[in-house]
């Protein structure tokens, strides 16, 4: 009878019935976080109450060292923050250093440049096609997104002679001029990539369970958007026309026929579909410069010793993420830098996933986290 | 008991055990093969001949591996869980009939008997879930509780409407042998395939089988239950998912592809077990099929399709089945008209929900085809 009383007693504290959130620990090691990236989520039941994100575990202090390198050597940094964007990275160094010196870019190089930037462009989406079919649970995408990217990183270790970490382009040029036979390689790896889109639209794009996992998923105010500084797919999705390539035009961009694509509603689907046309756009740009890819050489004329003047410049450019920017200060005289400041998308972007998040199915975390497709490398730099 | 007894018990016990890892070997094998091949990929290939040794080569792996229990667990039930797991699908192997007269034990209320230790395996999930104090752990076995209780009810419904349709040929409809001779003419499959599909549907659930692995779901709670079990622990837990998939093939033949039935399986009774086999390789095969190219549904859209669509679908299969199979055994005129009167409006509701939802889901479809079609 003793015990019955206590247990009466203690029914109100009866961890059994009594109801709590629940707190859980998402990363650094998990599976679906893309990389060493910490979730805290405050859960009741299935349902996302709150959620903290944690970053730093990657940090290897970019920007100090840059400080302490040449600014020829800065550009492996740069291969080594967006680590399936190399190209893109480098070009917004050396278009930064470019800037500070008033070097002028040979019309090849310049072509060279754009070329491997826009394929590097459609890699990184294909990984992110790829990796975003593991968030939701097929198994398929990866395999159609992984085979084409392969592709693609092929022609790149013909051009660079390594598959990833280039470090390719130079300040005023790139390495050395594009192997034999690469403008019908490249020809053939653009027929490849359009069968390829299809069988991964076919297989993806207009699943039902896709759309019901992804649709309306992870959309917040445009205004909020523009607030946290999202950029990239991102924000084109949610409809906010803003594309480095078309608003602040570098390069040969002005010259090419290309969209940037916008969707409605922000969501999940929108940016994945926002994602998968631009790998279309992209294959339309690398034809139109394969075209008119002129001869001439790939270096400008560029002093042995690079020393910009005193001053500082900020050059960005449109990242598969989003908008990279680098403020360059130089205190003149010096062959490294007084100052390089890295504004990486990928870091803006991930400040908009509490919001995304919150209210969400656990679940709806990781579609959303794949959905603003971060790199942990330059997010934590 | 003599020790006779106790002998051929054991030899039977042991015969049996090693013939389902054997089936489980073979079933891992061919899933990682066939998805390689949709995938483009070549698969095992390495080890014995088209890498058909390589699942014994994981598995002697995993007996050598060191047995890691973390310190916070509650140990009895830890150790407990994965037995509880195991055993209730060799149960199940228990009264599967292989052909006319290999039978273990043909029980006369068989499919009762498997549908009542299918529901057992749940209890073996909570408890890992529960034992090994680990918050993904938990998630997963209270996923697997709430899934298997939804998809229990379709599942049963039609396995229901199976031994319903069994009175009609058969004075044993609850025995699974009773079953297979009644379709001797017809597989239950083309009288029924609304059953049928319930059954897959079901069968898919309680296996946690893409796209309804939800209680495993590795981007989300990284494998649930098992996340703190390691070595042949694990492995336990990983045989028994798949002698679960080859369970469930091996009723899905019985109860609605006619079991051994086959041209000349009467005359020629070792023919008997080969069309056995063949029908569930035929059922794993289109359950890996599916895995491939499909992702996973949320948990609340699992729920709203067991309860919104899948259990009252059962229920019209149900009805329908049991009117007929009433006013058939009557053979009255008043209860024929009654039956029909049910029936038609049964299956009129049947297809008119799925009209609606086949409009629905084309709008839906239709809607995001729109949305990108600039």
Redesign the interface.
Known sequence: MATDAGMTASVSRDPMTEQAELRINMGPQHPATHGVFRMVLTLDGERIVDVTPHIGYLHRGSERLAEGENFQQITTLFDRLDYVANFNNEWVYVRAVEKAMGVEVPPRAEHIRLILSELNRIASHLLFYGTYGLDIGAMNPVMIGFRDRERIQHIFEGVTGARMMHNYFRIGGVKEDLPDGFTPAVRALLDQLRSGYEEARATLTESEIFIERTAGVGAIPPDDLLDYGVTGPVLRAAGIDYDVRKADPYSIYEELDFRAPTGQHGDCYDRYMVRMLEIEQSIAIVDQALTRLPDGPVMGRVPRIIRPPQGDVYVHGENPRGDLGVYLVSSGGTVTPYRLKIRGPSFCNLMALADMVRGMYLADATVILGSLDIILGEVDR | MTLLDLITIAVIVFVLFNGVLTVVLGVIWAERKA?AR????VGPSRTGPSGILQTAADAVKLMLKEDVRPGSVNRLIFYLAPLLIFTPIFMLWMVLPFSSGLILSDLDIGLFYVVAILGLSVVGHVLAGWASNN??AL?GSARNAAQLISYELPLVFAVLAVGLLAQTATDRPFSLAGIVEAQGGVPYLLIMPLGFALFLVGALAETAR??F??PH??????GGAFVEYSGIRWGVFFLTEYAGLATMAFLAAILFLGGWNGPFSDQFPPLQPLYLILKISAIILLVFWI???????????LMAFAWKLAIPASLVNLVVVATVVYAQQRNDWELWLAGGIISVVSIALAVVTGFIIQRR?EQ??NQ??Q??AQ
């Open positions: 998805l949709l995938q483009q990929r918050k993904y998630l893409i796209p692995d939800i779901a590795e981007e989300e709670i990284v895995r491939a190219p499909l992702p996973r549904l949320r948990i609340d859209q889901r839906r479809l995001f085809r949305r990108w």
